[in-house]
């Protein structure tokens, strides 16, 4: 008998899963993930609509599916994704590196069930070279790829910006693929929505990963989920309450906490530890975090995981709680003070953010969504919408807040979530005193099209000069939010895969001239072609100081550094004693401007702004006023 149990003991430690009883994650809900838990090699489909989404019991020399990684300031982390192993199978797998034309192992990682990810934490971790990888299992299974270096040599930084990837449209995504490998971004950023199967995001998530890995193994990678990965049509997380339905207009999370920790693990687990790791309720874990790449200073931010639902909280002006259709309606009484958007702790994150520039010379966001309603056409060319509350347009004191501490380090802003390109300039206070965004395509357009098209099909004030497109200018959206429309990419016939107005973005930050070049191109393009391949009015050239776009009254005496010096530099208003922005100079000369009348304190640092205070300057028309500064 004491065999007997011993035995049982040592399956239930090894092989969790040869003795795992449904539900696996609730009884209430028995079969979330239902294609790669308990007896997953048994699995069928529950009706004739219903088929597998990825062939699970695959050759058992092929189980490693993919792998993603990040590194930063020494460490390295890397999630590698499994198919589903049986109780037979090891659980354990293992990292190793080629030196010098030896593969050597470095790490072993346990398997994690529910979810068949692993992962491996390396530091210290040298980033000034390439490394290959692969990540094994038992004796044949691998998947391999390569650590790159950390380009800071580089004067052009580019990101891939891509979410929302269709799960009407299967298979491959060989064309995409292809135009990123010659284009070869440095870091690719997935915005969300990576699956849109709800309740089997394992079998999604391997979907997503064999699609990509041919351009996710050998760079930094960062994906982060949305709505559609944790099950929900749309989210308002509302710090992670339980929400009745997986509509979730009341706010929170329809579906476990356990479930949604699994995507969350298995989507963001390589990324950057997060700066304020505390779980939110129920114990649904945090994301946010930051992540350096060539010098560019990216901060991930969750901006659904606080924001408040409107069910309840609000009128209901449409046929839904988070829809607005009613022209008359007053837009300060949707714009209560208890609402939040980023929450208290995001903010605080960002606002020390701005201030640490260590191994940064630019600084950049991203998130899900957009933060402003760019968008009037919802579906289908019938359907309009006056205000969408799943947009960050709303809450409005929410939305201005983020933009605010984002303006500091004149930082744009970079999305998903919309299935519409656009390029916008947001206002806070006035017109196009805010920073940019970029929301990027839809991957594969084929779920819920969008069209920015407004009612009197005419031009805003201001539109861009020599643009193919009718609609650019200054518009308020349906929040009352100012925003100007510099590019947008509207769906043609979306019968016609080739019109969907689906595809990616890239964005090339230069470093030597502060700007940053917004592209947008179809999923069907022809890189080869050139810029005439992306779509009309594309690409947009921006200075990334322009993403402070107050009107500037004065500036302060310039600041002229050691010529080794470029410095981070802080301008306080003493009066309000408001940030206007903290920055690091381009050169060792910078003449700080300001935008109203009376004193200001300058801090200055090598990477925060805390070496050095200057105060009481004044604004000054005479431009042979000068400061001298050495921080040595």
């Keep these: 008998m004491k065999k007997i149990l011993a035995l049982c003991l040592v399956v239930l430690v090894l092989f969790p899963s040869a003795l795992a009883q449904e539900p696996v994650f609730d009884k209430d809900f028995p079969d979330l993930d239902s294609q790669s838990v308990s007896q997953w090699w048994d699995w069928r489909p529950p009706n004739r609509k219903n088929t597998a989404i990825v062939e699970m019991n695959v050759p058992r020399d092929q189980v490693v599916a993919f792998a993603v990684y990040t590194h930063d300031h020494g460490v390295l982390k890397l999630s590698a994704q499994l198919f589903p192993l049986k109780p037979d199978e090891a659980r354990t797998v293992r990292l190793e590196f080629n030196e010098q034309g030896t593969w050597n192992e470095v790490a072993t990682a346990a398997v994690q069930y529910p979810g068949w990810d692993a992962h491996f934490r390396v530091q210290p971790w040298d980033n000034t070279r390439s490394v290959r990888y692969r990540v094994r ?17 580089k004067p052009t930084i580019v990101v891939g910006v891509l979410s929302c990837n269709s799960s009407r449209t299967k298979g491959p995504r060989e064309e995409m693929i292809a135009n990123l490998k010659a ?7 997935f915005a969300g929505d990576q699956s849109y199967h709800h309740t089997e995001h394992t079998a999604g998530w391997l979907e997503f990963g064999l699609q990509f890995r041919e351009i996710m193994r050998d760079r930094p990678t960062v994906t982060i989920p949305d709505d559609h990965d944790v099950g929900q049509g749309n989210i308002w997380g509302q710090n992670g309450r339980k929400a009745a339905t997986p509509a979730g207009p009341d706010g929170g999370y329809h579906y476990p906490a356990s479930y949604v920790n699994m995507v969350q693990r298995q989507q963001t687990w ?3 530890d997060p700066l304020d790791p505390a779980p939110i309720e129920r114990g649904i874990t945090v994301y946010f975090t930051r992540l350096r790449v060539g010098g560019i200073d990216f901060a991930i931010i969750e901006d659904r995981k606080f924001k408040s639902g409107p069910e309840g909280k ?12 009613d022209p008359n309606y007053d837009r300060k009484s949707v714009d209560l003070p208890r609402l939040e958007l980023l929450g208290a702790r995001q903010l605080k994150f960002l606002e020390q953010w701005t201030q640490d520039w260590t191994g940064a010379d630019l600084k950049c966001v991203l998130s899900q969504t957009a933060l402003c309603g760019a968008v009037h056409l919802h579906g289908n060319r019938s359907m309009r919408l006056l205000a969408d509350l799943d947009s960050n347009a709303w809450p409005q004191s929410g939305r201005n807040a983020a933009l605010r501490v984002i303006r500091r380090a004149w930082a744009p802003h970079l999305c998903g979530d ?19 965004g970029f929301t990027a395509p839809a991957i594969v357009n084929t779920i819920y099209g969008r069209w920015w098209h407004p009612v009197d099909e005419k031009a805003g004030l201001d539109p861009v000069p020599g643009s193919p497109l009718p609609w650019t200018g200054k518009y308020e959206d349906g929040l009352g939010n100012k925003i100007s429309m510099m590019a947008y990419a509207n769906p043609g016939n979306v019968a016609d895969e080739g019109q969907r107005g689906d595809g990616y973005g890239l964005v090339r930050f230069d470093k030597r001239s502060r700007k ?4 947008c191109w179809p999923r069907f393009a022809k890189v080869s072609d050139g810029d005439k391949a992306q779509y009309p009015g594309w690409p947009v050239t921006i200075s990334l100081e ?61 990477d925060r702004p805390t070496e050095k205070v ?11 006023q000068s400061i001298q500064v050495n921080l040595d």
């Design 137 to 153: 299992h038992g004796t044949d299974a691998m998947f391999d790829g390569t650590i790159r270096r950390d380009p800071t040599e």
């Design 314 to 325: 609000i009128p209901q002006m449409g046929p839904r709680p988070d829809h607005i259709n």
């Design 183 to 189: 284009q070869d971004p440095d870091f690719l950023f």
């Design 516 to 519: 940053a070049t917004f592209e």
């Design 270 to 272: 390589h990324l950057p």
């Design 418 to 436: 919309q299935h519409l390109a656009v390029v916008v300039k947001h206002g806070i206070d006035q017109y196009d005193d805010g920073p940019f």
């Design 614 to 624: 200057l105060t009481n300057l004044n604004p000054t028309n005479d431009s042979s």
């Design 546 to 606: 322009s993403n402070d776009g107050r009107k500037r009254t004065g500036y302060l005496p310039e600041l002229i550094f050691p010529h080794n010096q470029r410095p981070v530099v802080e301008v306080v208003h003493e009066g309000s004693n408001e940030v206007l922005y903290c920055i690091r100079v381009s050169t060792n000369r910078f003449r700080p401007p300001v935008y109203t009348a009376g004193s200001h304190t300058v801090r200055i640092g090598r």
